[in-house]
């Protein structure tokens, strides 16, 4: 069981170069989220699923496009890097519970944009 | 959502408990309190949460006062693998699809030796 999994781990692009970063997740659950953050800052979300075949904008979701490729399996794009998305981008799912709805995350990506 | 209120930074001696406050004064009732924390460079990970009752886990315990309004974290015997920033955050039980947690600046804890 590996949880939540992300790929690559870092990426260094140069401005108006385009990347997607994956993330999977093994635990069936029907949510998932991006989120980025920047130095000394909480996390802000980008897109979220709420579920497979559907997905909201979140805070800062302006240069970004997401997929739900099926209910694994969410993946981030980016068009044409800017370096104000220099960042490190975080995927986590969750699964809504009578008890809540806690988000398990992935390790990360670091991007950084030139 | 609700927001919170944490102080920017603590300090805990190794082994004894650390005790990490948050004011949430504008709770609502069907509002969960959650408590994560993120180890330098690492994803957040969930440590505990509560409705009204206090909880405990094999991580940590929550104390959750009367009124909602505020709670603690304890860490009963912190080690240095604890120092992590501690982020407290308040979240609807019927969010539907408004998935967006609010994620302040937490609390830098530092355990020292």
């Known amino acids: 069981n590996a949880g939540v999994t992300q790929t690559p781990k870092f990426q260094v692009l140069k401005t108006g170069q385009s990347m997607t970063l994956q993330c999977a997740q093994d635990m069936n659950h029907n949510s998932m989220y991006w989120y980025r953050q920047d130095p000394g800052m909480g996390l802000r979300l980008i897109y979220y699923?709420?579920?497979?075949?559907?997905?909201d904008k979140g805070e800062v979701p302006n240069g970004y496009n997401v997929s739900r490729l099926n209910k694994r399996e969410f993946s981030l794009r980016l068009e044409s890097a800017a370096p104000s998305q220099t960042s490190v981008y975080f995927c986590?799912?969750?699964?809504?519970?009578?008890?809540?709805?806690?988000?398990?995350f992935g390790p990360g990506t670091r991007l950084t944009v030139l | 959502d609700a927001k919170t209120t944490q102080p920017p930074s603590m300090d805990c001696a190794e082994g004894r408990a650390a005790n990490l406050p948050c004011n949430h004064s504008t709770i609502s009732g069907n509002e969960y309190v959650y408590w994560y924390r993120q180890i330098h460079s690492q994803g957040p990970q969930y440590i505990i949460h509560g409705l009204k009752n206090n909880e405990t886990n094999e991580m940590a315990s929550l104390i959750i006062t009367e009124d909602r309004k505020s709670s603690t974290l304890i860490l009963p015997h912190a080690t240095l693998r604890d120092t992590a920033v501690y982020y407290c955050?308040?979240?609807?039980?019927?969010?539907?699809?408004?998935?967006?947690?609010?994620w302040g600046l937490g609390t830098s804890l530092a355990v020292n030796p």
């Open positions: 986590a799912s969750s699964d809504s519970t009578s008890s809540g709805d806690t988000q398990y």
């Open positions: 955050i308040v979240r609807s039980r019927n969010a539907g699809n408004n998935r967006k947690l609010i």
């Open positions: 699923s709420a579920s497979e075949g559907t997905t």
